[in-house]
């Protein structure tokens, strides 16, 4: 029953991510610490097991976008090699931060965050003033910041990588698919690091590498990249902006369930 449902995420997070254009991390963590709590897995690191499984999932699910991209010859790869040396930086600082929160600080983070992201998605609020690409020490910076920041959360970066490239005059199209890119350093990085942290802890269940649980990992893998398309598919014959709002609801609804 337990796996069953890590495909059911599996499938519910590749479905938004191909209806949304965001990343699974915002679904996937906030389903895993209840899950795992469910499971009786210590309060301790529920949340920080959560994370380092989202980010090993998206070093799979991320692959299989960056390719798409690339072939629609999106992906700004001259913005994308700096920001990546921040990225790697970052994602490794953010995890090694998460590890030193006790398991309900981050919970509590982590819902303000999911708020936050809600709040943005029911307003509709972006970026209005556009300004020019930074240089090359720009967008390592920036890198480090939005790497630092999704390895905290458990996503792929896309709710931070994006604004930051729209506000910076890219395209939007080349903004989302330049985000899927970095998403990829961001996960391997900020996996890498949770599996070292929490490496031999004392509270981890059976068949987890660190703070990466093996059993949701596979299961959230196996459906995710194969529902992405079909949300895809949906985007384009449902009401978007709709469903944007509902979802944003629903991430509220979750966001506030954190903080209380």
């Given at each position: 029953?337990v ?6 995420l599996?499938a ?12 699974g ?23 920080h ?12 699910t ?16 001259e913005?994308f090699r ?29 819902g ?46 896309g ?8 506000w910076?005059s890219v ?6 698919a ?7 350093p ?13 490496w031999?802890?004392?509270?981890l269940?059976?068949?987890a590498l ?7 990992l ?43």
């Amino acid at each position: 029953m337990v796996f069953g449902l890590y495909l059911a995420l599996g499938a519910l997070a590749g479905t938004l991510a191909g209806l949304f254009g965001i990343g699974g991390g915002l679904v996937i963590v906030p389903v895993l610490i209840f899950s795992f709590g469910l499971q009786g897995i210590s309060a301790d690191i529920t949340a920080h097991l959560a994370v380092g499984t989202s980010l090993a999932t998206i070093v799979f699910t991320s692959i299989s976008s960056i390719r798409s991209h690339h072939l629609q010859k999106a992906v700004r790869w001259e913005l994308f090699r700096p920001m990546a040396v921040g990225i790697v930086v970052g994602a490794v600082l953010g995890a090694w931060t998460a590890s030193l929160l006790s398991g309900p600080a981050l919970e509590l983070i982590i819902g303000f965050f999911v708020i936050l992201v809600g709040l943005k998605m029911l307003l509709d609020v972006n970026p209005k003033t556009a300004r020019p690409v930074p240089g090359g020490v720009g967008l390592v910076g920036a890198g480090g910041v939005i790497g630092w920041g999704s390895a905290i959360f458990g996503i792929g970066g896309g709710t931070l990588t994006v604004p930051f490239l729209s506000w910076r005059s890219v395209q939007m199209q080349q903004a989302v698919a330049t985000s899927a890119a970095c998403g990829l350093p961001i996960a391997i990085a900020g996996a890498a690091t949770n599996f070292w942290t929490g490496w031999g802890h004392e509270s981890l269940p059976d068949y987890a590498l660190g703070f990466v649980y093996l059993p949701a990992l596979v299961g959230i893998v196996a459906t995710s990249v194969i529902f992405a398309r079909f949300g895809a598919v949906l985007a384009h014959k449902l009401d978007a902006r709709l469903l944007k709002r509902l979802f944003a609801i629903l991430l509220l609804i979750v966001g506030i369930r954190f903080l209380f």
